[in-house]
C-alpha cells in the first residue's frame, strides 16, 4: 500500500505539473515547484490554451495523455474561441448544426470553441515506467513507439449555456488548483451544453491508447471499475472531448436517445452538481448542470 501511495503521489504530482504548464500562470509555477524540490525532471511542456471556460476543461484528458506520452508537445493549430449571436451562426462557424435542450425556453448564450492540434513524439521508456507503476506491466510496448509521430485534432465545438450560470473565474494559479467558487442556489437553473465532433488522432499501431485513457480517468478522481466502465461507454477518441468533473461521487449508467451514456454525480461544493456524457454518430455530448441530478436525462432526451 506504501509503494501505491507514493506511486500515486508522485503521478499526481506529475499530472499537476503538466496540466499547469499549458498556461503561463502553470508554467512559472510548475518551474518554480520544481525548482523547489530540486528535481530536474519532469520538464515544463511549454503549450497555451485559450483562457476561456469552455476550452481549458474540455482538454484536461488530452493534456494528461500528451505528458504520459511525450516529454513536450507541439502546437500546430489554437484556435481562438468566438462568442455567437444566434444558433445559425454557431451552425455556420462551427460546420455543424447546433443540438439545443428542447426542454429549455430560455434564450442560450453560445459559444463556438475553436479547434486545436497537437504533436508529440513518444518516448518509450517513459511510457513503460508509468505503466509498469500503474501496475499495467501487461502492456504491450513495441520497440517502434519509441520516436514515434503521435497527432491529435480537435475541431470546433459548440457550447451552449442556458440559466443563471456561475460567472467565468480568472485563469490563474489558485483557481486550477481549487476550482470555481461554490455556485449559489441562484445558479440552480443553470445548465451547459458542449458538443462536437470527436477527436481524430494518428497514433502508432503499437500504441494502445486505452490503458493511457485509464489512468488518465483515474487520475481525474474515478476508480479503476468507473474508468473502464465509462470507457466502454464512450471509445477513447470521444472521451478525449470530455472534462470531467471535480469531487466525482458516483456514476449511473443511462441512456439519451437510444444511446448508452453516463451520468457522473459530484460530491463537492464547487462547480456543477452532475455531468451527463454520451457519443451518438460521431458526435460527443457533455450536459452539465448545477441542480437536481433527476433533470439530466429529460434534459438529454430533449437535445435533438
Same mark, same amino acid.
Not at 505503466?131 to 510496448?141: F, H, Q, S, T
Not at 436525462?297 to 435533438?304: Q, Y
Given at each position: 500500500m506504501r509503494q501505491m501511495g507514493r506511486w500515486w503521489?508522485?503521478?499526481v504530482v506529475v499530472a499537476v505539473v503538466g496540466t499547469l504548464s499549458f498556461t503561463a500562470a502553470g508554467r512559472s509555477a510548475a518551474g518554480q515547484f520544481i525548482a523547489s524540490l530540486r528535481i530536474a525532471k519532469p520538464q515544463a511542456v511549454t503549450v497555451n490554451l485559450p483562457s476561456s471556460p469552455g476550452s481549458n476543461g474540455t482538454r484536461q484528458l488530452q493534456n494528461m495523455v500528451g505528458g504520459m506520452i511525450a516529454k513536450s508537445v507541439?502546437?500546430?493549430l489554437d484556435e481562438a474561441d468566438q462568442p455567437v449571436a444566434s444558433v445559425e451562426a454557431a451552425a455556420k462557424l462551427a460546420g455543424f448544426p447546433a443540438q439545443l435542450p428542447r426542454a429549455r425556453t430560455d434564450p442560450p448564450t453560445m459559444i463556438v470553441m475553436g479547434a486545436h492540434a497537437i504533436e508529440m513524439i513518444a518516448d518509450r521508456g517513459q511510457l513503460r515506467t508509468i505503466?509498469?507503476? @500503474?501496475?499495467?506491466?501487461?502492456? @504491450?510496448?513495441p520497440e517502434f513507439v519509441e520516436g514515434a509521430k503521435v497527432a491529435v485534432r480537435t475541431a470546433r465545438a459548440i457550447r451552449t449555456q442556458h440559466g443563471n450560470c456561475p460567472a467565468p473565474v480568472a485563469n490563474t494559479l489558485q483557481n486550477q488548483i481549487q476550482g470555481p467558487p461554490p455556485p449559489s442556489t441562484d445558479n440552480a437553473n443553470c445548465i451547459v451544453l458542449v458538443e462536437g465532433p470527436a477527436v481524430s488522432a494518428d497514433v502508432p499501431s503499437g500504441l494502445d491508447m486505452g490503458p493511457l485513457m485509464e489512468i488518465a480517468l483515474e487520475l481525474s478522481g474515478m476508480s479503476p471499475i468507473q474508468a473502464q466502465a465509462f470507457l466502454r461507454t464512450l471509445d477513447w477518441k470521444s472521451t478525449l472531448m470530455v472534462s470531467l468533473p471535480r469531487n466525482l461521487r458516483s456514476f449511473e449508467t443511462k441512456e439519451v436517445n437510444g444511446t448508452? @451514456?453516463?451520468?457522473?454525480? #459530484?460530491?463537492? !461544493? !464547487?462547480?456543477? #452538481?452532475?455531468e451527463l456524457v454520451w457519443a451518438k454518430n460521431g458526435m460527443?455530448?457533455?450536459l452539465t448542470g448545477y441542480g437536481n441530478a433527476g433533470d439530466a436525462?429529460?434534459?438529454?432526451?430533449?437535445?435533438?
Open positions: 503521489s508522485a503521478v507541439n502546437v500546430l505503466y509498469a507503476e @500503474a501496475g499495467k506491466k501487461d502492456v @504491450a510496448l448508452p @451514456a453516463m451520468l457522473l454525480i #459530484t460530491a463537492g !461544493r !464547487r462547480g456543477p #452538481t452532475w460527443v455530448y457533455v436525462v429529460p434534459l438529454g432526451n430533449s437535445i435533438n
